[in-house]
């Protein structure tokens, strides 16, 4: 595969080189009639939309146009404007004249809950935190039942495992980021994305496909950027108290401050157990008994947009139980032993990140990112023990060069990781063979440069990236990408990107399921890192009509992925087996999505979407399509609320299409399941009532209480040859009820 980048390293050069010539610099200062300085005045070329800002001294610098001609304008608020005409002295110094002062003038909009950037060349879909408003989102799993590009899958019903997966492929293709850092894998994988209190969450960013290379080569299928509340612009008070029918209990609670250009922000997030369900009378709860302490606090020192220096310190505690199995299942007498089968899960997280800037002037900065976690992990599945430790780095070293058409952003990257996995039996009846110790040390030293060109008057944007990663066992992997956005008119966007991505294999803490179920494991030979090309087009259409009184957008989208080396464990050729190999044949996901939004006034918002997504693989000219993946998807979402916004009613509904399971003909005919889902649909309300700094609000998911029964394979004998809880296709808990208060002081 490496043979196909010499085109994209070529094009990438001519690009790169060609920002290389010199460049020159006009400095000056903005003063008022008085002498003193004037801050945050505009500057800019006549003609151009390139502007830049005065500094609290008055003082800017701008890269001078190729056309040497051009006229200077300079406006600031209470002043006249001006314009200098060329020749122009250096440094320059610019007087304007005040004005009348004009009484300050109040613009109040509502925030789109979902909203598609015309500016970044980057499809990137933001939820904002008016639609996580719309559902419960007790975690970043429920954070996406409004929109159509992201579907949750549990990856371990007992314990209630889940990953995000976009494309129709795993979670694991796509990068989840949190505030921009790689905190989200090995072990943090598994139940990371269920840590992530959805009280917390300012922004979600959503980019399918292969985009930026300045977070690493990992984003094969998309990247989630999850932007969480910031200490300077969030709510100096804010408390979450929520509740279920099945008595799970959920408490949040964040403090903010301010003090001479520092602002903190302290949060506390906790979930008590839910009470012992079993409504489909295969003897295992319904839901795991979840208990969660999660303390966050951050710190943030300037602002990012000021020259000279920012920071943002971020330090968490996560500390996590989770109970599941049969009802009668106690993990202090039953964990390990035969006579009840249950899975307990006992892990502790301490993890930070910081990110350090400092601005010279509008048109250079550098930035310090570094982020790093520990998580100890101790778990029962049955009879198998999984203990496991990992130590995780992230440094990242980037300077940003903006100039008249565009910017350069190029630095040094660093990843480490050491993860050490102890498996062993406290029973092997099974004779399963694979205990034992596994241990890893990853070192991916990297460079990177990613730059936008904006031309035909930022009509067109074309951004070429480049990264040549060093992994220590595995060699120079080089991750090239390219992206073009192009503006058929100011409503009409067109993108398209197309780019490599690579990453390795954290094979338990990604493969939960082959810890859960009794299949024995057979390593075929030494893993290596996965591959892939994804390539994709996108059509934004926006429109409005009555004097902006209804408008929306319409998006269509196609994306297709292609393997050179994938990891899949083979559970079909063998009901007992799970077979680990290299997969270096032709594997494909395609994906196309279509998705329009009507907005009437701020009172009601309609979204609907279909998805229709194939991802299969060929083996031995055989057309095989990979399970849990339904074909078609259908999602519809309406809010409705009054002029007075006291009140809010928001609905969504989502209709599966079938999708193709494990193969089980060779098991006996009671462990044997069907080879397709049915179809289903998923109905989700909620009523919201607003009273000054008081939200009450409740709801209910899975209105028609629809439900996959008895969901694991080989119910009977947990611990026999047949057990196996991977054939979840649909929900299980079925119809829950929730009331919440939220409490704010601004």
């Not at 120079?476 to 192009?486: A, G, V």
């Not at 490599?500 to 939960?512: A, D, Q, Y």
């Not at 409740?698 to 054939?727: A, H």
Request: glycine share 6%; hydrophobic share 35%; aromatic share 14%.
């Amino acid at each position: 595969m490496r043979h196909r980048y010499s085109f994209f390293i070529a094009l990438f050069l001519i690009v790169f080189l060609t920002n290389g010539a010199s460049a020159q610099w006009l400095s000056g200062k903005v003063l008022d009639s008085q002498q003193k300085p004037v801050a945050g005045a505009f500057v800019r070329w006549l003609g151009t939309s390139q502007v830049v800002y005065t500094d609290s001294l008055g003082v800017f610098q701008f890269l001078k146009p190729l056309e040497s001609k051009q006229a200077l304008v300079v406006s600031a608020t209470g002043f006249s404007s001006d314009t200098i005409q060329p020749p122009f002295q250096d440094p320059l110094t610019i007087r304007l004249r005040s004005t009348r002062q004009i009484r300050e003038l109040q613009v109040v909009a509502q925030q789109e809950g979902v909203r598609i950037s015309d500016l970044n060349p980057i499809k990137t879909e933001q939820i904002s935190r008016i639609e996580l408003g719309k559902a419960a989102c007790c975690d970043l799993a429920g954070c996406f039942e409004t929109q159509s590009t992201v579907q949750p899958q549990v990856t371990n019903v007992i314990t209630n495992a889940k990953e995000l997966r976009i494309l129709g492929l795993s979670g694991v293709y796509n990068q989840v980021l949190i505030d921009g850092f790689p905190l989200i894998q090995g072990l943090s994988y598994t139940y990371g994305i269920s840590s992530v209190p959805g009280s917390l969450v300012e922004n979600i960013f959503i980019a399918k496909g292969a985009n930026s290379v300045l977070q690493g080569f990992e984003s094969i299928s998309g990247q989630i950027n999850v932007e969480t509340k910031s200490p300077d612009k969030t709510d100096k008070l804010f408390a979450n108290l929520y509740v279920n029918n099945f008595q799970e209990k959920h408490v949040n609670f964040n403090y903010a401050f301010k003090k001479e250009g520092w602002s903190n922000l302290s949060a506390l997030h906790v979930v008590l157990p839910a009470a012992r369900f079993d409504r489909d009378d295969d003897r295992f709860l319904d839901l795991p008994l979840l208990t969660r302490y999660l303390f966050t606090n951050r710190w943030k020192y300037g602002q990012e947009k000021n020259w000279g220096w920012n920071s943002q310190v971020n330090f968490r505690m996560l500390h996590e139980q989770r109970v599941g199995g049969q009802t009668r299942f106690d993990p202090n007498r039953d964990r390990g032993s035969s006579t009840s089968y249950g899975q307990w899960v006992k892990l502790s997280q301490p993890e930070f990140w910081s990110k350090t800037s400092f601005r010279f002037n509008d048109v250079q900065q550098i930035t310090a990112f570094a982020s790093g976690f520990v998580q100890q992990q101790n778990a029962w599945f049955g009879t198998v023990n999984y203990q496991a430790a990992q130590v995780n780095g992230y440094l990242n070293l980037q300077h940003e060069f903006n100039h008249s058409n565009g910017s350069l952003k190029s630095g040094l990257s660093l990843r480490y990781l050491k993860l050490n996995e102890t498996i062993a039996f406290s029973n092997n009846d099974l004779a399963r063979t694979f205990s034992g110790d596994y241990r890893r040390e990853e070192i991916i030293p990297g460079v990177f440069a990613e730059h936008t060109w904006r031309l035909l008057n930022n009509r067109l944007s074309w951004i070429t990236g480049l990264r040549a990663d060093f992994h220590n066992q595995f060699g120079t992997f080089i991750t090239p990408r390219t992206l073009l956005k192009y503006d058929l008119t100011p409503t009409t966007i067109v993108r398209a990107n197309i780019g490599t991505g690579w990453r390795t294999v954290n094979l338990f803490s990604e493969n939960i399921g082959l810890l859960v179920s009794s299949r024995n494991l057979l390593f075929a030979e030494a893993l290596e890192p996965e591959q892939a090309v994804n390539a994709g087009i996108n059509l934004t259409q926006k429109y409005s009509f009555f004097d902006k009184l209804l408008g929306g957008y319409l998006s269509i989208d196609y994306y297709r992925t292609e393997f050179s080396n994938q990891v899949f464990p083979d559970y079909d050729s063998d009901p007992t087996k799970a077979i680990i190999t290299n997969f270096r044949g032709q594997s494909i996901s395609e994906s196309f999505q279509v998705e329009g939004v009507v907005r009437w006034q701020d009172l009601v918002e309609w979204k609907v979407g279909y998805s229709w997504v194939e991802v299969y693989r060929m083996v031995s000219e055989n057309r095989q399509e990979l399970p849990f993946n339904p074909r078609h998807k259908v999602m519809s979402a309406i809010s409705i609320q009054p002029k007075s916004k006291r009140f809010q009613f928001d609905i969504n509904a989502h209709w599966y299409g079938s999708q193709r399971l494990p193969d089980t003909r060779l098991n006996p005919e009671v462990y044997q399941r069907p080879s397709t889902s049915p179809t289903y649909s998923i109905i989700n309300t909620q009523i919201t009532y607003r009273f000054q700094q008081w939200e009450v609000y409740t709801g209910c998911e899975n209105l028609f209480d629809f439900r996959q029964l008895q969901p694991i394979l080989g119910w009977q004998d947990p611990f026999g040859r047949y057990f196996d809880t991977s054939f979840v296709w649909g929900p299980t808990r079925g119809r829950e009820f929730y009331l919440g208060i939220r409490y704010r002081v601004k």
